[in-house]
């Protein structure tokens, strides 16, 4: 069982960046892969981010790909993602995410585990 709290949303201007944290309690961090989504009213959840047990290995859509940066350090048992260049689009209600799949790469969006979200709010 792992669970997972969200901390770093707010309030920024577009341009501005910010930076979320998603901190695990658990045994073996290191063998889930991580995932950060967002869902926006009225919009269906968007995976935005995610990355293996190592942090070797992720993956970004279009839509955020070269402004957004997903890292994690398993000795903090803790996952972050760093936004940069941010606009009115990206305001959402931010999750982490986290599935048991040990060593290998997951590309799905099946996660088991969630976080209670962080509100992120983009203005121009």
């Known amino acids: 069982q792992v669970q997972l709290v969200e901390s770093g949303g707010g309030s920024v201007q577009a341009g501005g960046s910010l930076r979320l944290s998603c901190a695990a309690s658990g045994p073996t961090f290191s063998s889930y892969v991580l995932a950060w989504f967002r869902q926006a009213p009225g919009k269906e959840r968007e995976l935005v981010a995610n990355?293996?047990?190592?942090?070797?290995?992720?993956a970004y859509p279009d839509s955020v790909k070269g402004r957004f940066t997903i890292s994690r350090d398993n000795a903090k048992n803790t996952v972050f993602l760093q936004m940069n260049s941010l606009t009115p689009e990206d305001t959402a209600v931010y999750y982490c995410?986290?599935?048991?799949?040990?060593?290998?790469?997951?590309?799905?969006?099946?996660?088991?585990?969630w976080g209670q979200g962080t509100q992120v709010t983009v203005s121009s």
């Open positions: 995410a986290a599935k048991y799949y040990g060593l290998t790469w997951y590309g799905g969006e099946d996660y088991d585990y």
């Open positions: 990355i293996n047990w190592n942090g070797g290995r992720a």
